[in-house]
């Protein structure tokens, strides 16, 4: 892989992580919390608590308490009981016939109010209440896309603060919206920019910039950051009842974003290989007066140096997009590969979800340790991903949780060991979805890594969309829906291991780079002791340099 030395040599003036990477590191990771709590918001806002007909002479607007839902000495001749034994939900009786609701009482305990509770969206319209949020996904697979690429195009910067700014106007804006409709169409803006645009280009702009040795820890450090999101949602919908006001909460937090108009800055390495190489410089420069390493940086003279090695290669890769990462057949694989991975990640987290049942109980305390949960495994993997590597770990994880997912579903429902095979094969699939980000940013050159993280991150919601799809074939068998996920997560955790390793090495810049990149560097080979990477491509001149070298 050919290296632009001038380009490592100035970021290897700045350390792997110093002062200015842990004040800029800090203002990306504010983008990870931000899209956790705007991802999860719609489960409190439009929550769905327990409900029954409204029995007309029995009930009255002060009868809706928990007494009143499960009170069948009173309601036995009103309402019928489905198989469980329990009151339904959404029948009545009629005379003696059963009828559909015309309106619903339901259970305050939790949830004074909510988007569900006040238009209805139960029983024959709960359709609409699972649109809504399927419509956020929309949003942020058109962010992932859309987003992606601009960010390669014009900035990382620019589209971070632009989603900052507009994920706190549609976050407040969506709370006054009287109408259902008009509502979708603003969750969908607001997916796009509320957990699409910064999180992508924040992580981005955070592996530009330090140093090979802290890409695991900051990269873990995102995930754990959107977990810290939904526990932000939780605390908040415990606190708050009312649901206008706690949506104006959340969307309030994209205040959190605002400043970075200001104090953060755009990527170095974006900067230059767009050829705006003073202003990269002058960050740079920046950047190491703030880290004290006692250098200086002579502007001057490595702009006359890049100049002398100038190459076509460097100017001829501005222009590149998505489309490029599918042009030449090494960078096809790998983005191929990925997008299964994303996808397979996403699909078997849902389907070990599936398997855990429904749990009772307070629902924010549920939530709270729902994403509680996820953070033992991003601990564990920040110690043993520089040990171990990203292609072994994210395989191993992505096998184990497959086969957790499989084996889940042929144990008996709510025992301990199918909840303790649930929660093993949670903390795998967590682990795994926290590595494909860095592993991700790591393989892709720069000129195209925001349109590959967007793509990745495509896949996963269209995952998401695809879920409901396959629930229907828990018509024929229970067990179909979760084996379908867990085989897909086999198939990608074996997949994986066609992947090259990235583990301590600088990222390609080019496209060039990205296609020589780890060129028949497998697993596979590697336990053959046949493992040829790209250097052995190039001559000596063009081998590459490892960053942690540079610096020195």
């Not at 695991?216 to 206008?244: E, K, N, Y």
């Not at 970075?260 to 190491?288: F, T, Y």
């Amino acid at each position: 892989m050919a290296v632009d030395h001038t380009l490592e040599e100035l970021m290897g003036m700045l350390g792997d992580f110093g002062r200015y990477q842990a004040f800029q590191f800090v203002l990306h990771l504010l983008a990870a919390v931000t899209a956790g709590l705007h991802m999860l918001s719609l489960v409190t806002v439009a929550a769905v608590p327990e409900h029954r007909c409204f029995i007309e002479g029995v009930d009255s607007a002060s009868f809706n308490t928990t007494s009143s839902m499960l009170d069948y000495n009173a309601l036995g001749e009103y309402i019928p009981l489905n198989k469980d034994g329990e009151l339904e939900s959404c029948w009545m009786f009629d005379g003696s016939n059963r009828t559909t609701c015309t309106s619903y009482v339901y259970n305050t305990t939790y949830y004074k109010s909510s988007r569900t509770m006040e238009w209805d969206l139960v029983c024959d319209r709960k359709w609409m209440g699972a649109l809504a949020q399927t419509v956020y996904m929309l949003g942020v697979f058109t962010g992932a896309v859309w987003l992606g690429g601009l960010a390669d195009k014009i900035g990382r910067k620019k589209v971070f603060c632009w989603s900052g700014l507009l994920q706190l106007i549609l976050g407040v804006a969506v709370a006054f919206t009287p109408e259902y409709y008009s509502f979708l169409v603003i969750r969908y803006l607001y997916g796009i920019f509320g957990s699409a645009g910064s999180y992508i280009t924040g992580f981005v702009l955070t592996m530009e910039l330090v140093g090979p040795s802290k890409r695991t820890p900051c990269g873990i450090s995102f995930q754990a950051a959107f977990a810290g999101g939904i526990i932000l949602v939780a605390a908040w919908g415990a606190v708050i009842h009312d649901r206008m006001l706690l949506q104006v909460i959340y969307g309030l937090h994209g205040l959190l974003l605002i400043a970075h108009w200001w104090v953060m800055d755009e990527s170095p390495r974006w900067l230059w290989m767009q050829n705006r190489k003073r202003e990269a410089i002058d960050i740079i420069a920046k950047a190491v007066r703030m880290n004290g390493r006692g250098l200086s940086v002579d502007k001057e003279y490595y702009l006359s140096k890049d100049k002398s090695n100038f190459s076509a290669e460097a100017t001829s890769t501005t222009s590149a997009g998505l489309t490029d990462l599918f042009k030449t057949p090494n960078l096809r694989k790998m983005t191929l590969n990925v997008c299964l991975c994303w996808f397979a990640n996403s699909i078997t987290y849902y389907g070990l979800s599936l398997s855990s049942g429904n749990l009772g109980g307070n629902p924010f305390l549920i939530l709270f340790l729902m994403a509680l949960v996820e953070m033992p495994s991003y601990i564990t993997i920040t110690f043993l991903l520089d040990k171990l590597g990203r292609r072994s770990i994210t395989s191993t994880l992505m096998l184990a949780g497959g086969i957790c997912c499989i084996v889940a579903t042929y144990l008996t429902k709510g025992s301990i060991e199918s909840t303790t095979v649930v929660m093993f094969g949670k903390l795998f699939i967590a682990g795994s979805f926290a590595v494909i980000y860095n592993y991700s940013a790591e393989l892709f050159p720069t000129v195209v890594r925001n349109s590959a993280m967007g793509l990745g991150s495509m896949c996963a919601r269209l995952a998401g969309a695809s879920t409901p799809i396959i629930i229907l074939f828990q018509t024929f068998d229970p067990k179909i829906p979760a084996v379908i996920f867990g085989v897909i997560s086999l198939i990608s955790g074996t997949w994986v291991l066609f992947l090259p390793e990235t583990n301590g090495k600088p990222m390609p810049q080019s496209l060039q780079d990205g296609e020589n990149f780890g060129r028949g560097d497998t697993a596979f080979s590697s336990c053959l002791g046949r493992n040829k990477t790209h250097m052995e491509d190039m001559p000596p001149a063009q081998q590459m340099v490892p960053m942690q070298t540079i610096e020195r």
